[in-house]
């Protein structure tokens, strides 16, 4: 179990009050009170107000998209933070792995980021196969080892430890989905290197957002990282 002073939690969320529940009460029974900052973007149903129920710090996203939302979560950080999860609203990643990425964060300070990798095993890449946002990530992921030099098997996996120290001053550019290409360009770029462990990928609780269109804003968010172009947020 890790304390609240070593811990924090960010999730962005939108209209997630079918899985923002079970999302944090599976944090809490992993972390001893947690500082969780939900990020609610708007939301029309109830999910800020059920966060909040369950003890978690709310902010009103007062731009849009899952970047822009990690980026004021990662504002509301307090400085002793020693580690950041990022974890999505939807119950599709359980938190039983948490400690687990924590540990090895806490034992190799060479690993500046740990992923829960989906589709690790026979029976999860047979589930997978045929979808078409597998064979996305698949192409995504090929693209940010080419173009990035970043060789991981789920790039785009939204469960994820990080050390606060890495994010100390980050500003992401990246308003959308493509926040986790640009997190993993940031974390090698300061010089730490990125594991992945095999996690349980579950079906989501609530309405799917992401879709294929997204695909090219994640491309093109590579492709820039990898030509030195700042694209999106300036401020």
């Known amino acids: 179990m890790y304390s609240e002073s070593a811990v924090s939690v960010v999730i962005a969320a939108i209209n997630e009050q079918a ?22 973007g708007n939301s029309v149903d109830k999910t800020a107000e059920i966060a909040e129920k369950m003890g978690a710090f709310v902010v009103q996203q007062m731009g849009k998209g899952k970047g822009d939302a990690l980026r004021e979560g990662i504002r509301q950080l307090d400085t002793s933070v020693r580690y950041v999860v990022f974890t999505d609203a939807d119950h599709t990643y359980p938190a039983k792995y948490v400690p687990q990425m924590i540990e090895i964060l806490e034992r190799n300070p060479k690993i500046g980021m740990v992923i829960g990798k989906r589709f690790y095993d026979e029976q999860s890449f047979a589930r997978s196969y045929t979808s078409p946002f597998y064979v996305g990530n698949r192409l995504l992921a090929t693209a940010q080892h080419v173009l990035n030099g970043i060789k991981l098997e789920d790039p785009l996996s939204g469960l994820r430890v990080v050390r606060h120290e890495i994010l100390k001053g980050w500003n992401p550019k990246s308003k959308g989905f493509d926040v986790e290409a640009e997190m993993n360009f940031h974390v090698e770029n300061k010089g730490y290197k990125i594991m992945e462990i095999p996690v349980e990928y579950r079906d989501r609780l609530g309405t799917k957002k992401l879709s294929l269109k997204h695909g090219f804003p994640i491309f093109m968010r590579i492709l820039m990282e990898s030509l030195n172009i700042e694209v999106g947020r300036r401020d």
């Open 19 to 40: 899985g923002i529940g079970p999302t944090l009460k599976e944090l809490h029974a992993v972390l001893v009170d947690p500082r969780i900052i939900v990020v609610d």
